[in-house]
């Protein structure tokens, strides 16, 4: 094979992602010198497309679905952020500019990536769908030298052509694949706001946080959340403060039909002096009580709207005792393992697909008429530009067998109680 041919059979090789072993060692000895020996540990990044994502776990689960012709890495987390020294961190002389470096320990991942990437034919940026993960991925361009030295716009021609960013809310093969055929670039928007909540912290949250360790307690953070949340408190205590109160009392009976059914009624009215009270009774006491109508009236009780990640944290809390980060701790791990989609959201939208599965799912173990679909209104005006899911369930063709379960579980663990009385 001459280098003409090398060169040919390597664009083919881009193009396929695939190459036979005997091609491979012809190409790595014409373009590199490798020898057979040194060329199995290539083989496997040698032009290959890079998917870089956030954590180890959840590459692991990306790369049973992505198969040959991908390699999939983990930037374990941020690996750019902004110095502890609060002087050194933002040049509050040049538009507040955040000067980044890089995280301590990261250096060696930094390198395994670019070495990776540069021998990749495509870098594919899979990091989570929010402000976070649309920083690290712009952070992973800067650091891999992917992209400009400068922020340049979402669609700006100094971009890298061979750069992608890929975004989904559930890791399920779908949902993989359908972002692989829908890349875009990065969102600069929700980088700014990121880097904009994150300099927030720095001015405001560094010092404030040291003032409170001195005069309170060790260990306590402030900033550009608790610092209004303390005052809208302070507000509010000062309102209850103020308050007067105002003495009532209610007035209720206990009483008793002809047929010896209890129940009690109270006086609509509430009076504000015990006279008046003392007054109301004792004309009930001596008056004669009749029950002039019953009306019975019935009231629809529709089922709960999906999962936030506030309405997840408070159901964990009331029904499993979890703390907040306990809850995400949990939930993150099921994210990575795709058995629930993101959960980072205050959207209550169902996805079309989600919903066509598990409408066929409860009609299939209940029946038609108890399927009814809905549609839940989401209250923050950011989702009309925006539409994230709830967090849900992915895997809804496992629900049927798991109700199946619990119901022979229920069936078989009755005599056991029965028996253990």
């Known amino acids: ?188 928007a929700l980088v700014q706001a990121q880097e904009a909540r994150r300099v927030l912290d720095r001015l405001f949250g560094y010092d404030l946080s040291g003032l409170i360790w001195k005069k309170v307690r060790y260990g306590l953070s402030a900033g550009r959340v608790q610092s209004p949340a303390l005052r809208i408190l302070m507000e509010r205590e000062r309102e209850i403060k103020a308050f007067i109160p105002e003495k009532f009392w209610i007035v209720s009976a206990d009483l008793q039909t002809a047929k010896k059914d209890l129940f009690t009624a109270t006086c609509v009215e509430e009076p504000k002096s015990e006279e008046e009270a003392k007054r109301i009774s004792d004309a009930a006491k001596s008056g004669t009580w009749n029950v002039v109508s019953v009306e019975e009236t019935e009231q629809m009780r529709g089922p709960r709207a999906p999962f936030t990640t506030s309405t997840l944290q408070q159901v964990a809390s009331t029904r499993l005792g979890f703390s907040p980060s306990r809850t995400m701790g949990v939930a993150q791990k099921l994210y990575e393992a795709g058995h629930i989609s993101y959960m980072r959201t205050d959207s209550t939208n169902l996805g079309a697909e989600a919903q066509a599965n598990l409408l066929a799912v409860a009609e299939s173990e209940f029946g038609k008429e108890y399927v009814s679909p809905r549609v839940y209104k989401t209250k923050s005006k950011t989702h009309k530009k925006r539409t994230k899911p709830c967090v849900r369930q992915t895997r809804e063709n496992e629900i049927s067998a798991q109700t199946r379960s619990k119901r022979n579980y229920t069936s078989l663990s009755a005599p056991a109680r029965s028996l253990a009385r």
């Open 1 to 188: 094979m001459t280098p003409l041919e090398a060169n040919r059979y390597k664009a083919t090789f881009l193009l396929s992602g695939d190459m036979p072993t005997s091609g491979l060692e012809t190409l790595a000895k014409l373009l590199t010198g490798l020898t057979c020996g040194s060329l199995s540990g290539y083989q496997c990044v040698l032009m290959s497309k890079l998917v870089i994502v956030e954590s180890p776990a959840k590459a692991k689960t990306i790369e049973k679905y992505l198969g040959r012709g991908f390699v999939v890495r983990a930037s374990v987390g941020h690996i750019r952020d902004l110095p502890k020294s609060s002087k050194d961190a933002i040049d509050m002389e040049n538009d507040f500019a955040p000067n980044y470096v890089i995280v301590k320990g990261k250096e060696k991942i930094i390198d395994d990536l670019r070495d990776i990437a540069k021998r990749s034919s495509e870098v594919i940026l899979a990091t989570d769908p929010d402000r976070e993960g649309e920083a690290i991925a712009w952070h992973l361009t800067q650091a891999l030298g992917l992209g400009s030295s400068k922020k340049q716009a979402p669609n700006s021609k100094k971009n890298i052509d061979n750069v992608k960013r890929i975004v989904f809310h559930e890791i399920t093969e779908h949902a993989v694949q359908h972002a692989l055929a829908n890349p875009r670039r990065i969102d600069e």
